[in-house]
């Protein structure tokens, strides 16, 4: 394929890349930036060529990888999966992993902690689950094990129901208390996790009795 370039021209579809014509006839893509210092007339070997598109390689991971990570942070193993989709070269991956860990654009325990921080804001996990989304996302053992002892599972469980704690104290307290149970333990908490918030809630719904604030159309336990 060795030959002279004839032409670089900026693709239509994606202003960031070129395409390159050697002697007359088009030969490869190129990202613009790799592109940078080719010139019309010069003479590009085989070898050249393979350094070019090595180089391009890299370039187009990098900016995938990139992208991928705009939507939110994202744990090395996510992102080494979903550039061997893309069929990168495991060198490829290899060398965009290590520019994104230089620029401090991967780092597991910062995205774990970012995956717990959300869920205990947004979906109350209990430990047994948040262990489970962690390990599908490539977290080691030890790091989960060491997150994990910070998570307050007593709060983020009463969390989880608070909202439906409303609707629920209707019921009577079998059902009531049935209901409570299996959702959280849906959710990945301990059943002594759930032991605690239940009679957290009972107390509460207890003291509001007492204090005048039940609806007369609220069930009333005996």
């Known amino acids: ?28 893509g190129l990202a613009f930036v790799d592109a ?64 994104l860990a230089q620029a401090q654009l991967i780092d597991d325990a910062a995205f774990a902690r970012y995956w717990i921080r959300n869920r ?13 989304e962690l390990r599908q996302k490539g977290i080691a053992d030890e790091l989960i094990d060491e997150l994990l002892q910070n998570v307050d599972q007593i709060e983020g469980a009463y969390q989880a129901v608070a909202s439906r704690v409303p609707k629920w104290r209707r019921l009577d307290r079998a059902t009531f208390r049935r209901k409570l149970v299996g959702y959280l333990q849906r959710r990945g908490f301990y059943y002594d996790v759930i032991s605690q918030v239940w ?20 069930e009333i336990w005996d």
């Open 36 to 99: 940078a210092r080719l010139s019309k007339g010069q003479y590009l070997s085989d070898d050249d060529i393979a350094a070019l598109r090595a180089a391009d390689d890299r370039t187009r991971a990098y900016d995938f990888a990139l992208d991928f990570l705009s939507y939110r942070p994202r744990s090395r193993a996510e992102v080494t999966n979903r550039l061997r989709k893309k069929a990168f070269h495991e060198s490829v991956i290899e060398d965009v992993l290590q520019r």
């Open 1 to 28: 394929m060795a030959g002279r370039i004839t032409s670089i021209q900026v693709q239509k579809k994606n202003q960031r890349r070129v395409n390159i014509s050697l002697d007359g006839e088009f030969a490869f």
């Open 199 to 218: 009679d957290r809630i009972e107390s509460e719904l207890e003291a509001s009795r007492f204090d005048g604030e039940e609806r007369e159309d609220t």
């Open 120 to 132: 205990e804001q947004f979906k109350p996990r209990g430990v047994r689950a948040l262990r489970y």
